[in-house]
């Protein structure tokens, strides 16, 4: 994400150059014994302004590699990353394509692209006026003075207070009226519920009783009944 320090840098950088190669770099790069991608780039843009002609793949990799050092293998990977950053032109004519590049589209792709970040540049700087005014309006009223260090501390004893207050109540909660009858509802309900599994359990050692003719006692025992077992009054 660009500061606004790093686009004013951007934008003397662009205002200063004279687009995207520097002649003077040349020599430096060629006492190196191999060059990097991006002097690759720059060395095929010198040969496009230079020429100032149109030229198949064919061609520029004949010619990159005998003028700029260019490996053939390289120069069409080279080309095309040209072509995307919309720095080369390129265009099929009949069954040919060609391509190229002249210093005039550079000039106006800096000019296009020093617009771009001067009016970046100037959103920046209206977003850090306007959340400065509201970073000093939202101040206002909340100066660290005596007196609001003393509303501070009341609030904050308030809060303890209500804390305090509330696990009291919690605590009393049971004796609530409206909670005692809620009680009450369920408790009927769970009798009623109890009640009905002892009417279908007595149901069943009825059937077991009749069918197979076993005493009380043992069916008590095989299911775990107790011998208290019986309705809840």
């Known amino acids: 994400m660009f500061t606004i320090d790093k686009v004013r840098l951007v934008i003397l950088d662009y205002e200063n150059s ?12 060629s006492r190196k014994k191999g060059l ?13 302004y230079e020429k100032k002609e149109f030229y198949q793949l064919k061609e520029l990799e004949k010619l990159c590699q005998k003028e700029k050092g260019i490996t053939s293998m390289s120069v069409k990977e080279i080309l095309m990353s040209l072509v995307y950053d ?36 100037n959103d920046l700087e209206n977003k850090e006026f306007n959340l400065t005014e509201m970073v000093a309006k939202s101040k206002i009223g909340k100066e660290d003075t005596t007196e609001r260090q003393d509303i501070l501390s009341q609030l904050a004893n ?33 009798k009623e519920a109890a009640n009905r599994w002892t009417d279908n359990i007595f149901s069943t050692k009825s059937w077991i009783k009749n069918k197979f003719s076993f005493d009380d006692n043992v069916i008590d025992k095989q299911f775990s009944i107790p011998n208290d077992f019986d309705y809840i009054e």
């Open 18 to 29: 004279r687009g995207f190669i520097n002649i003077n770099t040349s020599e430096k790069m």
């Open 86 to 121: 919309g720095m080369v032109d390129t265009d099929k004519i009949g069954t040919s394509v060609y391509f190229w590049a002249f210093p005039s589209k550079a000039s106006q792709n800096r000019k296009r692209k020093i617009d771009d970040l001067k009016k970046q540049l």
């Open 158 to 190: 308030k809060q303890e207070e209500k804390v305090k207050v509330l696990a009291t109540l919690e605590k009393y909660r049971e004796c609530d009226p409206e909670v005692l009858e809620q009680v009450k509802k369920e408790t009927v309900v769970a």
């Open 36 to 48: 990097s991608a991006e002097e690759k780039r720059t060395k095929m843009m010198e040969f496009f």
